[in-house]
């Protein structure tokens, strides 16, 4: 939606830019002048737009507070020696007490961007340089398997700094926004124009025929400068992405790299992971790499593995054992069972064949199965 409302605005004024021909003051407002222009007329439609804008802010930065809230309670304080303490009634109080100091936050770098430029730009420049880096080094683990937590961890502080240097580098120059590209302003309804250059002694009225093209002196197209600086903020995460794969790469390739068989394959790229066992299989030919060591800890796996596997092992016997047994009683249980119906059977048909009054001799039962001894004809 952000890049398709972009494309609407450009398409509707392509032959008068509203920023060129002073209808706006800055980029950013080119959204709202597009509600207000063309959906003005129609009573009720500017407000519902403003209401689903406040509505989808005010929506972003409660969830992101919480977030926050949630992430520096869990991760910082919820471990330490005062907080852990906390009964769940003031815990929910700290939490609280960090959201809204997220979101204060959250409005003071709203007023701070407003100041740095564009909305866009900044956003941009600021989250590439965040996630870049972190981006880059997942990559690094797909692609390299040989990185270690020393590249890891040198790749990723190594790419941050120089990215947050690149950006607040740029904002102190002056470059929040990228230069204005020159627009048409042939299709404005309007013949003549003016705008105003004040300066600190006399202000200059400035009239432009019509069918030209203008920017405003502080929006000077692209100088031609080629500095460190000057780098579009769209290569800002690409940037960050190739400095974390290349430190990465080569301080774990000074600092001992991993060999192919200490790596977990699941978490690599197969194809690569193929390369690399082959590469270090060369390598060791040709005794450039050490193997007997990376062997040894190879052992240590092994045997751990092995270890697992038979602790694994005697539990299920040891289930199975106790699964017989259970099978060992019910049949004792069903044969003692069909004993004793069959006994009493006998009973019944001899009772029934003799004509002789029967009497049962007293005695104190011994066992629950009826014992013909017993019996007195």
Not at 244 to 253: D, H, Q, R
Not at 260 to 276: E, G, I
Not at 365 to 377: G, K, M
Request: glycine share 8%; hydrophobic share 35%.
């Amino acid at each position: 939606m952000f890049y398709l409302s972009g494309l609407v605005a450009y398409a509707t004024y392509k032959h008068c830019d509203p920023l060129t021909s002073g209808r706006i003051n800055k980029a950013d407002q080119i959204i709202p002048y597009l509600v207000m222009d063309k959906l003005g007329e129609f009573p009720g439609l500017p407000g519902l737009f403003v209401a689903a804008v406040y509505g989808g802010v005010l929506s972003s930065m409660s969830s992101q507070a919480n977030s926050i809230a949630c992430l520096v309670w869990e991760d910082f304080l919820k471990e330490t020696t005062f907080f852990s303490k906390l009964s769940p009634e003031k815990a929910v109080t700290v939490v609280k007490v960090i959201t809204v100091l997220a979101g204060m936050g959250g409005i003071g770098l709203a007023l701070l961007v407003g100041q740095l430029g564009t909305l866009f730009s900044v956003a941009y420049s600021i989250s590439g340089a965040i996630t870049g880096p972190l981006d880059g080094l997942y990559m690094a683990g797909i692609f390299m398997p040989w990185t270690n937590k020393k590249g890891a961890v040198t790749g990723i502080v190594t790419s941050f700094v120089v990215s947050l240097w690149r950006v607040i580098g740029n904002f102190i120059r002056g470059g929040g926004s990228p230069p204005h590209l020159p627009f048409s302003t042939d299709g404005c309804p309007e013949n003549y124009y003016n705008y105003s250059t004040i300066t600190n002694t006399t202000t200059t009225t400035t009239t432009i025929p019509p069918n030209t093209t203008t920017v405003f002196p502080s929006e000077e197209v692209y100088s031609g400068s080629h500095s460190f600086y000057d780098i579009s903020y769209c290569y800002n995460g690409a940037m960050a992405i190739i400095i974390t794969m290349v430190v990465c790469g080569i301080v774990s390739l000074l600092t001992n790299p991993l060999p192919p068989d200490a790596v977990d394959h699941r978490l690599t790229n197969p194809t690569v992971a193929r390369l690399y066992r082959k590469l270090w299989e060369a390598l060791a030919s040709c005794g450039l790499v050490k193997v007997k060591a990376k062997k040894e800890e190879v052992v240590e796996m092994d045997d751990k593995q092995e270890e697992e596997g038979e602790r694994d092992g005697d539990e299920y016997k040891n289930k199975n054992n106790t699964s017989n047994n259970d099978n060992n009683i019910t049949k004792i249980d069903q044969e003692f069972t069909e004993g004793e119906n069959h006994n009493k059977s006998q009973i019944t048909s001899t009772l029934s064949s003799s004509p002789t009054t029967v009497r049962r001799t007293t005695q104190p039962e011994t066992s629950p199965v009826a014992n013909t001894n017993n019996i007195d004809v």
